[in-house]
């Protein structure tokens, strides 16, 4: 019988897809470092979401190892490269979390917008200020999206139904698909960043993306203008937003994502005003976490039972 690890927690939907085709699978949560090296040996293949970091030293003695699913869409905890080297798959869940991400980065426009957390918390101390906590509309307002995937086409669609203005930066999408999705595109992020009364960013970790988004560009931005992160963290530098926040030449910003996951003390974005934060949550609904799960465990039982590859990263 194959042998799957689970290496995250996986709703139970994704487990007994596994158990029905014949295939065991046994969860094994908190793996890090040489712990993590010896499990994933002990079987075929494997099931994370993004808490082990499946490093080169990880998969240097693979023993069995012939799979990797991610439930989930950023495969950036896993070395995809040495994995490739060592013969191993790895492949992802891209479409199961889409409309949550995307209905995150809604509620977190809304809360920064309309102050929601900090009117929270000040009723919650016995507080009742109206004045404090005015807010602003976002119909008639400019919501600039980088990055036209999946997750940044649900935003710009569920933004134009808001009577939103959409303009994107995306080199992939045409002018003819761009009117299909009701909204305009721009060349360059210099171009997109002074249009921007909220500014959200769809894009994934590389090398290439990381601090696309530092003091000089948002330099470029109106004072008043909202950052969004639900993508992953460092692509907007941190420090440089939290400068720019308190500097009071940024208005607000929702992040969910961080460079350094879970937040310590030094997380600059901590003390910064007119910020919501939270724990990376965009794909953390029952739907969902239910739809990775389904999806990671069908890809893996397709590849041990079928020999099938689809959604390779
Ligand atoms: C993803 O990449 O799928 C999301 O960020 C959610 C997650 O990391 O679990």
Redesign the pocket.
């Known amino acids: 019988m194959p042998r799957v690890l689970i290496a995250d927690k996986l709703e139970p939907a994704g487990l007994e897809l596994l158990r029905a085709a014949g295939i065991d699978a046994e969860t094994r949560l908190g793996l890090k470092g040489a712990d993590l090296a010896a499990a994933l040996r002990e079987f075929d293949a494997a099931i994370v979401?993004?808490q082990p970091k499946v490093t080169a030293e990880a998969l240097e003695n693979p023993g069995k190892l012939r799979a990797i699913a991610r439930a989930?869409?950023?495969v950036d905890n896993i070395d995809v490269a040495a994995a490739t080297r060592r013969g191993i798959v790895v492949m992802n869940t891209p479409g199961g979390?889409t409309v949550s991400?995307a209905e995150h980065t809604v509620a977190l426009m809304f809360a920064v917008a309309r102050k929601v957390a900090a009117a929270d918390a000040v009723m919650k101390a016995g507080g009742w200020d109206r004045n404090k906590f005015v807010g602003s509309q976002l119909a008639g307002k400019t919501l600039a999206v980088v990055g036209l995937g999946r997750i940044g086409r649900e935003v710009a669609r569920r933004a134009v139904g808001l009577d939103m203005t959409v303009v994107a930066l995306d080199p992939f999408v045409t002018a003819a698909k761009a009117a299909e999705l009701g909204l305009r595109t721009v060349n360059s992020l210099d171009e997109l960043l002074p249009l921007a009364d909220f500014l959200t960013i769809h894009v994934p970790a590389t090398a290439e993306t990381k601090g696309l988004v530092g003091a000089r560009e948002l330099g470029l931005m109106k004072k008043t203008a909202v950052v969004l992160n639900v993508a992953r963290g460092g692509i907007i530098d941190e420090s440089a937003l939290a400068a720019a926040l308190k500097a009071g030449t940024i208005g607000g910003a929702g992040v969910d994502?961080f460079t350094a996951e879970p937040t310590t003390a030094d997380q600059p974005l901590l003390t910064a005003p007119n910020v919501v934060l939270t724990p990376?949550l965009?794909?953390s609904t029952v739907e969902a976490q239910e739809n990775?799960a389904v999806e990671a465990a069908q890809l893996i039982a397709d590849f041990l039972l079928k020999g099938q590859v689809a959604n390779a990263v």
């Open positions: 979401r993004s989930g869409v950023g979390n991400a994502v990376h965009g794909a990775v």
